[in-house]
């Protein structure tokens, strides 16, 4: 996630400074609190079927948990980049990045600063939750993959398991479950191509259309 300042700051005011807040001040205990996703990320990856000498692009990336994976998908003639909102997420994914060979960037998902059709795809683990506005957002992650890429929606929590742990339940207009997700998808530039909403793990697939 990331915008360039307060001005150019689309959606609700104070979004990225409330963001920054909540993310920043957890940054640093981040990985020992959920440093055991590890096995689930490479899954999530590697079911993906992600293009060997790509561009994969890591968008809300935090800590960088899903680098190493990423990496063995697009393997060394592959680019890496991950993009974050809050600098001191990416601060602490500094280690993971330096080992996978993948380059940081400050940048909100909402106005990411790449190209147009710059990826070849793009991973997301718990990042449509936090967008004010979810098909602005899927728009914005089309508009930087090429027609035919990829885009990977995750989290190595179930909803249901999640939702619980916050005290409350899951519910079907929600915009993660299948109904929605699929509309927003299709008016977005994606069709959705996989959706699991298992017990431990949330994993969908999406491809870009033409154009």
């Known amino acids: 996630m990331t915008a360039a300042g307060p001005s150019a700051e689309p ?41 060997p000498g790509g561009v994969a692009v890591d968008v809300g990336s935090g800590t960088g948990r899903a680098l190493a994976p990423l990496r063995a998908a697009v393997g060394p003639d592959g ?8 600098p001191e997420m990416l601060q602490a994914a500094r280690p993971a990045a330096a080992r ?11 106005a990411l600063p ?13 990042l ?3 967008l004010p506005d979810t098909i602005a957002g899927l728009r914005e992650l089309a508009r930087v993959t090429r027609p035919g890429g990829l885009l990977i929606l995750f989290h190595p929590t179930g909803r249901a398991a999640l939702a619980a742990r916050h005290g409350r339940f899951v519910s079907p207009d929600e915009p993660l479950s299948e109904g929605p997700l699929r509309r927003s998808a299709a008016v977005s530039g994606w069709r959705l191509a996989a959706y699991d909403d ?14």
């Open 100 to 110: 996978a060979g993948a380059a940081l960037l400050v940048g909100d998902a909402r």
């Open 79 to 86: 680019t890496l980049l991950a993009v974050d909102l809050t």
């Open 11 to 51: 959606g609700p005011p104070g979004y990225v400074a409330s963001t920054r807040a909540f993310f920043a001040s957890r940054a640093a205990t981040w990985d020992a609190k959920f440093g055991d996703d590890g096995p689930a990320y490479r899954a999530a990856v590697a079911e993906a079927g992600l293009r």
């Open 128 to 130: 449509v939750n936090h």
């Open 198 to 211: 298992a017990p431990q793990r949330f994993f969908a697939l999406a491809e870009r259309g033409p154009g």
């Open 114 to 126: 790449l190209a147009d059709q710059a990826a070849d795809a793009v991973f997301a683990a718990g």
